[in-house]
C-alpha cells in the first residue's frame, strides 16, 4: 500500500475501494503531490482483484477547487510515471516543459483513470471548479449532492477549457459552449437534466447513496463490468474522442504560450485573484531556473 498524505484509501465494504481527497481546508486544491498519490490509489484499487468497485470523494464542503495555482514548484514535484505514452520534456524550458506537465498530470492521467477496467464512482458536493471536473467527469458514474455545483472558469483566465476537455460529451454541444463562454456554474439539478450526474441526492445522503450504488455494481461479474466499460467507453473513442481530446489540448498549450508572450505568466491575469498572479509569477521564476 503506497503512502498518503492528501488523500484517504479504505475499503468500507467487500469489494469497494473508498479514495477520499482530504485537503478540506484548502477546498481540496490539486497540487502535483496530490495528483500522483491520486494516481497511485487508483492504481491500487485497480491492481487489486478483490476490489469491483472504486468510489472517489472528498472531504470538506467542496469537491474539489481545481487546480492549486499557488503551488511555486510543481515542475520540480514531477516524477516520471507510467501513462498510457511516455511524457518526456519536465526539465526542460518554456513551452516544451509546460506541454510535458500537463499532458503527464492533467490530460494523462484523466484520461487513464477513465479506462481504468473496474467501475468508478466520484461523490461529488460543493464546488467542483475546472480541475474538480478532471477528477470528476473521468468516472464512470456521478453522485451529486443537492449543493454540488460544476464550472470550467479557464476562459476567463484567457485558455480554452481545461486540460480534459470532454465538456461536449458531458452536457451536450450548446451547453458546453456556454459554460465555457461563460464561466457560469452548472448546479446538480441542471446538472442532472443535462445526463451529467446520474443522481442528485441530500448533501447528507451522499456517502450512503454512493455506497448503496456501489454495493448493487459490485455484485455483479466482475470481468461484465469490464468489458461492458470497454464496450461503452468504445462508442466515444469511435466517434474519435481522442482525436478531439489532443486537439483541445494542443490549442489550451498555445492559449498557455500567447499568455507567456503577452503577460509573463500561463494565464491572462485580468481575470486572477492579486495572491495568485504573485503566486504564479513566482513558480514561472522557479521553472525559468531550471
Ligand atoms: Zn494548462
Same mark, same amino acid.
Given at each position: !500500500?503506497?503512502?498518503?498524505?492528501? /488523500?484517504?484509501?479504505?475499503?468500507? *465494504? ?6 477520499? @481527497?482530504?485537503?478540506?481546508? !484548502?477546498?481540496?486544491? &490539486? ?17 487489486? =482483484? =478483490? ?12 469537491? #474539489? ?31 516544451? $516543459?509546460?506541454?510535458?506537465? *500537463?499532458? *503527464?498530470?492533467?490530460?494523462?492521467? #484523466? ?11 466520484? $461523490? ?9 471536473? !478532471? ?20 476562459? #476567463? ?36 437534466? @443535462? ?10 445522503? /451522499?456517502?450512503?447513496?454512493?455506497? $448503496? ?7 455483479? #461479474?466482475?470481468?461484465?463490468?469490464? @468489458? ?7 462508442? &466515444? ?22 499568455? @507567456?508572450?503577452?503577460? =509573463? ?14 503566486? !504564479? $509569477? ?9
Amino acid at each position: !500500500m503506497p503512502e498518503f498524505k492528501a /488523500l484517504i484509501y479504505d475499503v468500507p *465494504e467487500a469489494g469497494i475501494a473508498r479514495i477520499t @481527497l482530504n485537503k478540506p481546508n !484548502m477546498a481540496n486544491a &490539486q497540487d502535483t503531490a496530490l495528483l500522483y498519490e491520486l494516481n497511485d490509489a487508483f492504481d491500487h484499487a485497480a491492481h487489486d =482483484d =478483490d476490489i469491483r468497485v472504486i468510489i472517489l470523494a472528498a472531504n470538506g464542503k467542496h469537491f #474539489s477547487a481545481g487546480h492549486d495555482l499557488s503551488e511555486t514548484d510543481g515542475h520540480g514535484a514531477m516524477r516520471t510515471h507510467q501513462t498510457v505514452a511516455p511524457v518526456c520534456g519536465f526539465g526542460c524550458a518554456g513551452a516544451e $516543459a509546460q506541454m510535458a506537465r *500537463e499532458e *503527464e498530470i492533467y490530460l494523462g492521467f #484523466s484520461d487513464r483513470w477513465r479506462n481504468i477496467p473496474k467501475p468508478t464512482i466520484a $461523490a461529488v458536493q460543493g464546488k467542483c471548479i475546472a480541475g474538480g471536473l !478532471m477528477l470528476a467527469w473521468p468516472c464512470d458514474i456521478i453522485i451529486a449532492a443537492d449543493d454540488a455545483a460544476f464550472a470550467d472558469p479557464t476562459v #476567463s483566465f484567457g485558455v480554452c477549457g481545461h486540460e480534459y476537455f470532454t465538456h461536449v460529451w458531458e452536457v451536450g454541444i450548446r451547453k458546453a459552449k456556454e459554460m465555457l463562454f461563460t464561466s457560469d456554474e452548472i448546479k446538480a439539478d441542471d446538472a442532472l437534466r @443535462l445526463g451529467m450526474v446520474n443522481q442528485v441526492v441530500p448533501r447528507t445522503e /451522499l456517502m450512503d447513496a454512493t455506497l $448503496a450504488m456501489a454495493r448493487r455494481i459490485a455484485a455483479k #461479474s466482475r470481468f461484465a463490468l469490464k @468489458l461492458t466499460k470497454l464496450a461503452a467507453n468504445g462508442v &466515444q473513442d469511435a466517434q474519435g474522442r481522442q482525436v478531439a481530446l489532443r486537439n483541445a489540448f494542443h490549442l489550451h498549450q498555445l492559449a498557455h504560450t500567447h499568455n @507567456l508572450k503577452v503577460f =509573463d505568466m500561463l494565464l491572462d491575469p485580468s481575470g486572477l485573484p492579486e495572491a495568485t498572479r504573485k503566486a !504564479m $509569477a513566482a513558480r514561472l521564476a522557479a521553472a525559468g531556473k531550471k
